[in-house]
């Protein structure tokens, strides 16, 4: 089974990285692109089959390390 | 005074700190692999080196903190213990979180190395006696993601319990014209509650020697060996 877990700056953190990345792409003259906020993703592959035993697994995964709860939030989507 | 140097992969200060510790001690301190469980039996300091572990992938400090030789470093700060954590060494602390906060990308986005001055926020701890009371000092730092944050909450309890050990500063002790990475209320370093754990990024271990730079580094190791010499 294949699953996704997406990390990203809680709300309200200041991220630089986005920021640099969002002054670069408006002065392209990329007309639209209001705010820019940088994260991860991380690809999994698990030998679960389980969708529900596999969501626990990951969260675990994501707490323990993937995500720093202090200032990041994840997402787990399970790809099937 | 016995001392334990963690190293992990990636590490790369912990010759200088060893070097600074002996220095004031006069005692060699214990090299410990991260794949260790234990400490060497009475152990008065933890120290955790500055340095890329891991390559700073995923997380600066990340991946080193959920080590295995990290539980004993944290049953040894549990017991009142003295930790000190300098650098990549901070950044594995809140990590590990036995220091609360985060250490972000430098606001200007840039790796930033040069000498910098430090206010000594207090000098009755185990880490600071040998100064005085917001005594000015210059040291190095060498750092991408020292940029301390926390929640409001979590600062104000970190200043309403005096916990800030160090604040950047210019040369006349000017806080926020001297912040060079832009951490909250220039936090240069944080104690543990009971003040036994330090973490800072800027290098003491540094500045041990006038044929490089200065000594104004010295105090530091000097207060611990007091410290634990007196106990």
Redesign the interface.
């Known amino acids: 089974m294949k699953a996704r877990v997406t990390v990203t700056l809680k709300n309200g953190?200041?991220d630089?990285?986005g920021k640099?990345i969002e002054g670069a792409l408006k002065s392209f003259g990329l007309e639209g692109i209001e705010s820019v906020r940088q994260g991860k993703i991380f690809d999994i592959e698990l030998n679960s089959s389980d969708p529900a035993e596999a969501e626990t697994l990951l969260k675990a995964a994501a707490e323990?390390?993937?995500a720093?709860m202090?200032?990041e939030n994840y997402r787990i989507e399970i790809l099937g | 005074m016995k001392s334990a140097v963690i190293t992990f992969p990636g590490s790369n200060r912990e010759g200088d700190v060893i070097r600074a510790l002996h220095q004031a001690s006069g005692a060699e301190p214990l090299k410990i692999w991260h794949q260790d469980h234990e400490l060497p039996q009475g152990t008065d300091l933890v120290v955790l080196p500055g340095g890329f572990s891991y390559g700073d992938y995923?997380?600066c400090g990340?991946?080193a903190s959920?080590s295995p030789v990290m539980d004993a470093v944290r049953s040894h700060a549990a017991k009142g213990g003295l930790v000190l954590g300098i650098c990549n060494g901070f950044q594995i602390l809140?990590?590990s979180g036995l220091l609360?906060?985060?250490l972000?990308?430098?606001?200007?986005?840039k790796f930033i190395c040069k000498m910098q001055h430090l206010k000594v926020c207090r000098a009755n701890t185990p880490f600071t006696s040998a100064y005085k009371k917001n005594q000015i000092i210059k040291v190095a730092i060498a750092h991408g993601e020292g940029?301390y944050?926390?929640?409001d909450e979590t600062i104000a309890m970190l200043e309403d319990g005096n916990r800030i050990a160090f604040r950047y500063c210019d040369a006349e002790g000017d806080t926020e014209k001297g912040n060079p990475n832009?951490s909250i209320n220039s936090v240069a370093g944080i104690y543990s509650k009971k003040l036994n754990v330090l973490g800072m990024m800027p290098h003491p271990e540094n500045l041990i020697e006038t044929l490089v730079g200065g000594t104004d580094g010295r105090g530091l190791f000097a207060s611990i060996t007091a410290h634990k010499g007196a106990a």
């Open positions: 953190v200041l630089p990285q640099a323990k390390l993937l720093n202090v200032v | 995923l997380r990340a991946i959920r809140v990590e609360p906060g985060v972000m990308r430098n606001a200007g986005l940029n944050i926390a929640d832009g």
